[in-house]
């Protein structure tokens, strides 16, 4: 499998408009915060295209900071291999490739695995409540699919996103969640392509919600070895309807 290539599309919901930080203190850590928050945002939903470089003159007009945060929010995402640096030349959005994709899928399942399997162990009443909240709100968001609208695919991503959080909340082990928020960062790049090409068709669209409910369902009947195989396979499916597709 070759290498990905990315684009910037009217998919992207920051794509249009300059982002005007406006920190809640004038602390310059809080600032850069933002600014790290901000462009880091701007990577994962494919505003700034895999391989793009990344110019400070662009940057700088774009979030209406100076090169100081800029270059502290980079060398972070440089950290968390988000951007690369080629040459000394400056920061690059790191690429994307199917091969990258498989092994961050894969091992996203498995850390997921865990977390549901700790989480059915320890989850108690309140964990239960959160879950079933959780996704009722996702089901109730189901009309903003009904156009397609960036903005609102991204509000029901959000609570989709929410709804996992809940099922993973209940391991109760920080280090376990820290790995599986990465984990999810790094595939959300595969994931948003995934979401532009196949969430507005009705078929997927059912299928990904009885997912949802197969799942609820053994979480609550505290059947590990189902739920574990459900959120594996669950997880798997964006990864095995792009694996094969040229970008």
Known sequence: MGHISGRRTEWNMTAHANTTLTPSTHSSDNYATQVLSQLKQDILTGYFSPGEKLRMVRLKERYQVGVSPLREALSQLLVEQLVIVENQRGFTVHPISAEEMADIYHTRAQIEGLCVGQAIERGDDAWEAS?????????????????????????????????????????????????????????????????????????????????????????????????????????????????????
Request: charged share 25%.
């Open 131 to 247: 879950i079933l909240a959780a996704a009722h709100r996702l089901k109730k968001s189901a009309e903003l699919l009904d156009e397609n609208s960036p903005e609102n695919i991204q509000r029901w991503e959000a609570l989709h996103q929410e709804f996992h959080t809940a099922i993973a909340a209940g391991c109760a082990s920080p280090t376990l969640l820290h790995v599986r928020r990465s984990l999810y960062e790094k595939a959300s790049r595969y994931r948003n392509l995934w979401l532009k090409r196949n969430m507005l068709n009705r078929t997927v669209f059912h299928a990904n919600q009885q997912q949802h409910q197969d799942l609820i369902d053994a979480l609550l009947a505290r059947d590990s070895e189902s739920a574990v195989q459900l959120i594996q396979e669950h997880l798997l499916g964006p990864y095995r309807a792009l694996k094969d597709t040229e970008f």
